[in-house]
């Protein structure tokens, strides 16, 4: 399991626009990198990220090989209603990690 950190604001006015930022801790490693022992580092990527409000999906991003260690991605969402935003990455090698945050519209 990665280490993620999700900054948000816990409570909001109904249509405010929030900054959303999430940060996981993975390699991102390309493939074309040698270990000290001269092999190739396997492939090791962050493919997608999703954000979803209940069922919807309000937010997406494919990543690729130029993307840095530990990414960080940073978007802006308009606040309609009071629920859970889930947050989802996957990867090669089967990586795949959620993360859920509550979300207060007053």
Do not use: K
Not at 53 to 71: I, M, Q, T
Not at 76 to 89: D, K, P, Q, V, Y
């Amino acid at each position: 399991m990665a280490r993620t950190l999700i900054t948000m604001p816990a409570t909001v006015r109904r249509g405010e626009l929030i900054e959303i930022r999430c940060l996981i801790g993975h390699p991102m490693e390309t493939g074309y990198r040698r270990a000290d022992d001269g092999q190739l580092l396997p492939r090791d990527l962050i493919r997608r990220f999703e954000c979803f409000a209940g069922e919807h999906l309000v937010f997406s991003a494919e990543l690729f090989a130029a993307v840095a260690a530990n990414p960080l991605i940073s978007f802006w969402l308009r606040a309609e209603a009071s629920g859970t935003l889930r947050f989802h990455w996957q990867g090669d090698r089967g990586f795949a990690q959620t993360e859920e945050r509550t979300l207060t519209v007053i």
